[in-house]
């Protein structure tokens, strides 16, 4: 099936509303606008100060290591205006275009995003236990679940595939959608994406950077049919990079025998032995 032979992910930079967010993980006092960002519309959050720094130094590192913004072929933008003003700090002073794609918006967290983390287990107690216990599977409460997101980036993936076969791609997303982007493109399972979840190595910090290749790194002669090399790039911390910033060589598709399936169960007991 055709393909890009570059996508490069970028989530936006620092939010106010993610400003509020750490505040409140952190058991710190509120911020004195807290009520007032979260009135506001999810979609309408901007960057904050810090953010638009981020955005301007993911540009540079795009004009650096990828060729600058203009040698992109496309260009794809959350609606998110977080994300429409990263995309403007990436692009600078370049006469780009953006094509606002409503399939690679922020997933809906609902009215369980609408409170802080304290009342989400107060007023949600459920909804946050299978937070902690499924994050792949769990829908918020008038939101999203994982897989629903999943269904809006293989749709996407499907416009890709149609339009971009062996071009240059940019898209200019959002956390939870790149995350569902590794699921599929690095064919996992719903285990092995918690897994990686989990792992603070790989959190996709704003503006970070997952850049997928079907063109081998080390020979650009070597173009593979699906995309098999990975790396990401922390554009404002270069060096604390997941893996240093290397390109990783991706696994293929997972087969499994009856065998394998059987001890993947095993990661969930049997709770009744009748």
């Not at 205006?81 to 997933?107: F, K, N, P, Y």
């Not at 595939?161 to 699921?183: C, I, L, P």
């Not at 990975?230 to 997941?242: G, K």
Request: net charge negative.
């Amino acid at each position: 099936m055709p393909m890009p032979n570059e996508i490069v992910f970028i989530r936006h930079g620092l939010s106010e509303a993610n400003v509020i967010h750490k505040l409140d993980k952190s058991g710190e006092a509120p911020h004195v606008k807290a009520q007032e960002i979260q009135d506001r519309p999810d979609w309408q959050q901007r960057l904050s100060a810090r953010g638009v720094e981020q955005a301007k130094a993911a540009g540079e590192w795009v004009e650096k290591n990828l060729g600058g913004i203009a040698s992109f072929d496309a260009l794809y933008v959350s609606p998110f205006l977080r994300t429409r003003e990263t995309a403007a700090h990436i692009a600078g002073s370049a006469d780009v275009e953006w094509t606002v794609d409503d399939r690679i918006a922020e997933r809906s967290w609902g009215v369980y995003g609408t409170v802080a983390k304290a009342e989400q287990r107060a007023l949600y107690p459920k909804t946050a236990l299978l937070q902690e216990l499924t994050p792949w599977y769990v829908r918020f409460d008038g939101g999203e679940s994982m897989p629903d997101v999943y269904g809006r980036f293989r749709d996407f993936q499907g416009t890709l595939h149609r339009e971009q076969d062996g071009r240059k791609v940019m898209v200019v997303s959002h956390g939870d959608f790149m995350n569902v982007a590794r699921y599929g493109i690095e064919r996992m399972l719903p285990e092995q994406w918690e897994a990686m979840d989990r792992d603070s190595r790989y959190t996709i910090r704003n503006c970070s950077v997952i850049h997928y290749s079907r063109v081998n790194p080390e020979d650009p002669h070597d173009v593979r049919d699906k995309i098999s090399w990975r790396r990401m790039i922390y554009t404002d911390s270069i060096d604390t990079s997941p893996d240093e910033g290397s390109w990783i060589e991706l696994p293929g598709r997972q087969r499994f025998r009856g065998t394998d399936l059987l001890k993947q169960v095993e990661m969930a007991p049997k709770i009744i032995e009748e």
